[in-house]
């Protein structure tokens, strides 16, 4: 990979914990998460009209993979409802690459490599460290980020296909936020009844922003994306627990334990494994 795709893939896992935290620093996570929705809407959407528009086949990627955001959104706002970012995001993030190693493998037959082995138990071993043991992530928030990881390593796999049958990474990634910034709101509105925001509350400000960082968070990835293998890509974004674990202790107040660390820096080691083992 170029030094440009590896300093975008990077920026991309900084942009991405920092969003997580805003996010779980909020009182009302659901309502937090779909008012920044709407800064990536609206930027996206001129976006979406100065690009060419994506090749017919990649609709159908663009549509599944606004869908399994929403998915991923509801599921997320839970874990962090009952889990601490230096807990939740870790396994979140962890468990994606290590379903993609093993998905293959159950349904291809093909043997891991030597370093998908090392990467898989480096995962698994990191967020094991994580779900026992003294200050261990409450089996709640455990279910929903492994639930959550599910669906990240699906629609991280539709993108990685979709990008390329649009043609153009810029309109693939402002028709996934326009498609996912529509559905959210809907699916706020089922659940609540009733979304209010006032643009005069710091609250709706500072929404709004935080979704600005999560436009360019996804967007740097899709790019990266069109430009170099999903695999690494998608593994050196992972290095985002680590940054994720030194926010929540900045940040948040949340503790810094030593095994916290070192889970961390072994989730992230073996997911960069298994990516360039990809």
């Given at each position: 990979?170029?030094?440009?795709?590896?300093g975008?893939a990077?920026?991309a896992?900084i942009?991405?914990?920092?969003w997580?935290?805003?996010?779980?620093?909020?009182?009302?996570?659901?309502?937090?998460?779909?008012?920044?929705?709407f800064?990536g809407?609206?930027?996206a959407?001129?976006?979406?009209?100065?690009f060419?528009?994506p090749a017919v086949?990649?609709?159908?990627?663009?549509?599944l993979s606004?869908i399994?955001?929403v998915?991923?959104?509801?599921?997320?706002?839970?874990?962090?409802?009952?889990?601490?970012l230096?807990?939740?995001y870790?396994?979140v993030?962890g468990?994606?690459?290590?379903?993609?190693?093993l998905?293959?493998?159950?349904?291809?037959g093909?043997?891991?490599?030597?370093?998908?082995?090392?990467?898989?138990?480096?995962?698994?071993?990191?967020?094991?460290?994580?779900a026992?043991?003294?200050?261990?992530?409450?089996?709640t928030?455990?279910?929903?980020?492994?639930?959550?990881?599910?669906i990240?390593?699906?629609?991280?796999?539709?993108?990685?296909?979709?990008?390329?049958a649009?043609?153009?990474?810029g309109?693939?990634?402002?028709w996934?936020?326009?498609?996912?910034?529509?559905?959210l709101?809907?699916?706020?509105?089922?659940?609540?009844?009733?979304?209010?925001?006032?643009?005069?509350?710091v609250?709706?400000?500072?929404?709004l922003?935080?979704?600005?960082?999560?436009?360019?968070?996804?967007?740097?990835?899709?790019?990266a994306?069109?430009?170099?293998?999903?695999?690494?890509?998608t593994?050196l974004?992972?290095t985002?627990?680590?940054f994720?674990?030194?926010?929540g202790?900045?940040?948040?107040?949340?503790k810094?334990?030593?095994?916290?660390?070192?889970a961390?820096?072994v989730?992230?080691?073996?997911?960069?494994?298994l990516?360039y083992?990809?």
């Amino acid at each position: 990979m170029s030094p440009l795709v590896v300093g975008l893939a990077l920026f991309a896992a900084i942009m991405h914990a920092t969003w997580n935290a805003f996010l779980r620093s909020g009182a009302d996570r659901l309502w937090t998460v779909t008012v920044m929705s709407f800064s990536g809407t609206i930027i996206a959407i001129p976006f979406a009209f100065a690009f060419p528009l994506p090749a017919v086949g990649a609709w159908p990627y663009i549509a599944l993979s606004s869908i399994l955001q929403v998915g991923y959104t509801f599921f997320l706002v839970a874990a962090y409802r009952h889990g601490q970012l230096g807990q939740v995001y870790p396994i979140v993030r962890g468990t994606a690459p290590l379903l993609v190693t093993l998905g293959t493998f159950l349904l291809t037959g093909l043997q891991p490599t030597l370093v998908q082995a090392i990467g898989v138990t480096m995962v698994a071993a990191g967020i094991m460290s994580l779900a026992l043991g003294r200050g261990r992530a409450s089996w709640t928030s455990l279910a929903f980020a492994f639930t959550t990881g599910v669906i990240v390593a699906s629609y991280g796999t539709v993108d990685s296909i979709g990008v390329h049958a649009a043609q153009h990474a810029g309109a693939y990634a402002a028709w996934v936020f326009i498609g996912y910034g529509t559905l959210l709101p809907l699916a706020f509105l089922l659940v609540r009844r009733k979304l209010v925001v006032d643009l005069r509350s710091v609250e709706t400000r500072k929404a709004l922003g935080g979704g600005i960082v999560a436009l360019v968070s996804y967007a740097l990835v899709v790019i990266a994306f069109s430009m170099g293998p999903a695999g690494p890509i998608t593994a050196l974004r992972e290095t985002s627990v680590v940054f994720a674990i030194v926010i929540g202790w900045l940040f948040l107040g949340e503790k810094l334990t030593w095994l916290r660390i070192a889970a961390g820096l072994v989730v992230a080691a073996g997911a960069i494994c298994l990516g360039y083992a990809g």
